[in-house]
């Protein structure tokens, strides 16, 4: 039996059900393994003093220490995140919150791998704690984990510290782990771990049902992700409003939304482009399913998991060529890749609208994705990472009972 801490500061709680989804269910799938035994450590990090109960922040301090978030034991202990220093003391606050609850855990589980689900700052506490536990280190890497914080000057030789001593590293694409490479991390620790989808859940529906239940009638075009500046709305809003007769819908929260809503009313299509706001991941199936295209504009991403959910769906996406995008959009039936200008998104979408792929085609782009081969694959590679640590130890037994 392989006993895994997985350690994430991206895993949602009671407060932020959409917070790292894809965290939470690859989490779940490992759990699931017949030969696996499995705890989740999911750090919250808080302002000092009262900056933690500004509105907008308090509810965190209110989640409970440590619960059993759908089958799975969970410890969420706190961490404080000082302000206006970049990140700069982010890992060394983590490590010192997680000795005394990971000295707990292992007094009853004594875990043989750490699993850091996100770079930054988890990565840097794990290989702190993977050196005072002796037991090996993964880290995984999604996107802004090492696009920001490994060229961010206060914390990068932390992040390429950590990648130089975790034991494997896991990135989303094969242009993440050239990414991670550039960084100066050891190319041949680095295995591309493919996000999963579930293809039941996110598959083809009646469109043109789906639209009018969502009183729409007319091509529609869907966008999914935070709205900030990264994820390129202002984009896709823009092209949309100078496409006639198209509307679009905006799933997400965040920051930008203001700006976001300031840019719809200029264009004059606000009867045609909406902003729903943060919407449950359990309906984003439906959204995505009634919509012809998805339109991403990201200037960085490692690989979104809204590409993969869309192809799943039947639906083709309109992306920027970032991160792993031309892994994903490898024919026609996928979509196109489109300059980060409203004027190439707009003619990307329009082509697509004006000669659609068949929902059959695009799904089939999207086949290997899937949960289930996500959970073999990151199985072999921790249990891998311990049967080669315990090997150098010259212990021919790797697990457990």
């Given at each position: 039996?392989?006993?895994?801490?997985?350690?994430?500061?991206?895993?949602?709680?009671?407060?932020?059900?959409?917070?790292?989804?894809?965290?939470?269910?690859?989490?779940?799938?490992?759990?699931?393994?017949?030969?696996?035994?499995?705890?989740?450590?999911?750090?919250?990090?808080?302002?000092?003093?009262?900056?933690?109960?500004?509105?907008?922040?308090?509810?965190?301090?209110?989640?409970?220490?440590?619960?059993?978030?759908?089958?799975?034991?969970v410890h969420r202990p706190r961490f404080t995140?000082?302000?206006?220093?970049?990140?700069?003391?982010?890992?060394?606050?983590?490590?010192?919150?997680?000795?005394?609850?990971?000295?707990?855990?292992?007094?009853?589980?004594?875990?043989?791998?750490?699993?850091?689900?996100?770079?930054?700052?988890?990565?840097?506490?794990?290989?702190?704690?993977?050196?005072?536990?002796?037991?090996?280190?993964?880290?995984?890497?999604?996107?802004?984990?090492?696009?920001?914080?490994?060229?961010?000057?206060?914390?990068?030789?932390?992040?390429?510290?950590?990648?130089?001593?975790?034991?494997?590293?896991?990135?989303?694409?094969?242009?993440?782990?050239?990414?991670?490479?550039?960084?100066?991390?050891?190319?041949?620790?680095?295995?591309?771990?493919?996000?999963?989808?579930?293809?039941?859940?996110?598959?083809?529906?009646?469109?043109?049902?789906?639209?009018?239940?969502?009183?729409?009638?007319?091509?529609?075009?869907?966008?999914?992700?935070?709205?900030?500046?990264r994820k390129g709305h202002d984009v896709v809003?823009?092209?949309?409003?100078?496409?006639?007769?198209?509307?679009?819908?905006?799933?997400?929260?965040?920051?930008?939304?203001?700006?976001?809503?300031?840019?719809?009313?200029?264009?004059?299509?606000?009867?045609?482009?909406?902003?729903?706001?943060?919407?449950?991941?359990?309906?984003?199936?439906?959204?995505?399913?009634?919509?012809?295209v998805m339109a991403l504009a990201s200037s960085?991403?490692?690989?979104?998991?809204?590409?993969?959910?869309?192809?799943?769906?039947?639906?083709?996406?309109?992306?920027?060529?970032?991160?792993?995008?031309?892994?994903?959009?490898?024919?026609?039936?996928?979509?196109?890749?489109?300059?980060?200008?409203?004027?190439?998104?707009?003619?990307?979408?329009?082509?697509?609208?004006?000669?659609?792929?068949?929902?059959?085609?695009?799904?089939?782009?999207?086949?290997?994705?899937?949960?289930?081969?996500?959970?073999?694959?990151?199985?072999?590679?921790?249990?891998?990472?311990?049967?080669?640590?315990?090997?150098?130890?010259?212990?021919?037994?790797?697990?457990?009972?």
């Amino acid at each position: 039996m392989l006993r895994v801490l997985t350690l994430s500061t991206l895993f949602p709680d009671a407060t932020r059900r959409n917070f790292g989804v894809f965290v939470e269910r690859q989490t779940l799938g490992l759990a699931a393994h017949p030969d696996v035994d499995l705890r989740a450590v999911a750090p919250i990090g808080l302002l000092p003093g009262p900056l933690r109960y500004l509105p907008g922040r308090s509810a965190l301090t209110t989640l409970p220490a440590q619960e059993v978030w759908k089958g799975i034991p969970v410890h969420r202990p706190r961490f404080t995140a000082w302000p206006m220093t970049a990140g700069r003391h982010h890992a060394r606050a983590l490590e010192r919150a997680l000795i005394p609850v990971l000295d707990a855990i292992r007094a009853d589980f004594a875990f043989d791998v750490i699993d850091a689900s996100f770079f930054f700052p988890d990565g840097p506490a794990a290989i702190a704690l993977g050196r005072r536990y002796g037991v090996p280190v993964s880290i995984k890497a999604r996107g802004a984990d090492i696009h920001h914080w490994g060229r961010n000057p206060a914390t990068a030789a932390q992040v390429r510290a950590a990648g130089q001593g975790a034991d494997g590293l896991l990135a989303v694409s094969d242009a993440m782990a050239d990414d991670m490479i550039a960084l100066g991390m050891p190319a041949d620790r680095i295995r591309v771990h493919a996000t999963g989808v579930d293809q039941d859940r996110f598959a083809p529906v009646d469109r043109n049902r789906a639209k009018t239940l969502l009183g729409i009638s007319g091509p529609l075009i869907v966008s999914v992700g935070a709205l900030i500046p990264r994820k390129g709305h202002d984009v896709v809003i823009e092209a949309v409003a100078a496409l006639p007769g198209v509307s679009l819908r905006i799933a997400g929260a965040g920051p930008d939304l203001a700006r976001l809503e300031a840019l719809v009313a200029h264009t004059g299509a606000a009867d045609r482009i909406r902003l729903l706001g943060s919407v449950p991941h359990a309906d984003i199936p439906d959204l995505i399913a009634a919509a012809d295209v998805m339109a991403l504009a990201s200037s960085s991403e490692g690989l979104a998991n809204a590409w993969v959910e869309a192809l799943a769906s039947g639906t083709p996406i309109v992306i920027t060529d970032a991160g792993g995008a031309r892994e994903v959009v490898t024919s026609p039936d996928a979509g196109r890749i489109a300059a980060r200008t409203p004027a190439a998104f707009a003619a990307a979408i329009s082509d697509l609208l004006q000669a659609p792929p068949s929902t059959a085609a695009t799904r089939a782009t999207a086949a290997r994705f899937t949960w289930e081969a996500n959970t073999a694959a990151l199985y072999a590679h921790l249990s891998g990472l311990v049967r080669e640590r315990v090997e150098r130890a010259g212990d021919p037994a790797p697990f457990a009972a």
